[in-house]
């Protein structure tokens, strides 16, 4: 089932530079009381690729300890994830690598 | 509700009340998505154009503008499509409704429910302790039509999710 079509968007006037390109960021799902978790599963395979056994191990670290780091990406590909997860009503955030 | 897979997606047959209700989730939805986010309630907005890890992702007040922006397109588009449905969900609203959801929309279909849960548990505070309590421990019936809205949702959800799953019989 093909996803939701990506918005055209305004062409950016920033220069990638090289730190947006390492693999550095971090795409982080947390927890909420409202998603189902079948849901979440189904975005998780939609959205990220992950096998059915991949995205219920996400899903239930998000479930059982409150947040779960779904990919290590460069800056424009973690903020594509945040932005299709966060469409598909997932709490995501990103946040720099340590 | 009753659904199955068919050639082209998925067969849903709803009886009046239930098509009564989906008319309603949709109206509203289209509705809502037509709101500018600074329009919309501070919880609905919250829920849907969420400015939860903007500052840490260092995004800048333009870079935040332009993923509003984008949100907004991708319900527009949502909105538009499900003007489309309602227009043949509300012909012969009092007859049940059979209708088809071609395959490749249903990931939109799935999305726009889930909007709809996620929106009226955020307006009416409903969090996990509300989702589990039991019909006779919530004596508002405001709150008390919103849970059962969210967990039909829910339902309807939970069989587009199962039919899709390529493992399912």
């Known amino acids: ?98 | 509700v009753q659904v199955t897979r068919c050639d082209s997606g998925y067969e849903w047959v709803f009886d009046p009340a239930e098509r009564s209700l989906l008319i309603s989730v949709f109206e509203r939805l289209v509705r809502e998505y037509q709101v500018a986010p600074k329009d919309l309630s501070a919880e609905v907005r919250d829920a849907w154009y969420s400015s939860r890890g903007s500052r840490e992702a260092g995004q800048s007040t333009e870079d935040f503008e332009e993923w509003i922006r984008q949100l907004r397109q991708f319900r527009g588009e949502y909105a538009h499509k499900a003007a489309s449905w309602l227009q043949a969900w509300k012909a012969d609203e009092q007859e049940p409704l059979f209708w088809v959801l071609d395959r490749e929309d249903s990931d939109i279909f799935l999305t726009l429910m889930n909007d709809y849960r996620l929106a009226r548990a955020a307006e009416m505070g409903i969090g996990e302790r509300e989702m589990e309590a039991s019909w006779e421990a919530i004596p508002d019936d405001k709150l008390r039509s919103a849970i059962a809205e969210i967990h039909i949702m829910a339902a309807m959800m939970e069989c587009l999710i199962r039919l899709n799953d390529p493992s399912a019989g």
């Open chain 1, 1 to 98: 089932m093909p996803g939701v079509a990506e918005p055209k968007k305004k062409k950016r006037t920033r220069h990638l530079t090289h730190s947006e390109n390492d693999p550095g960021w971090r795409v982080i799902v947390w927890n909420d009381p409202v998603n189902l978790m079948s849901y979440v599963v189904h975005v998780f395979r939609q959205v990220l690729g992950f096998s059915e056994t991949k995205a219920q191990q996400h899903m239930l670290e998000v479930h059982h300890q409150g947040k779960s780091c779904v990919a290590r990406e460069s800056r424009e590909k973690a903020e594509l994830y945040w932005q299709q997860l966060q469409l598909r009503g997932l709490k995501t955030t990103i946040e720099r690598s340590n």
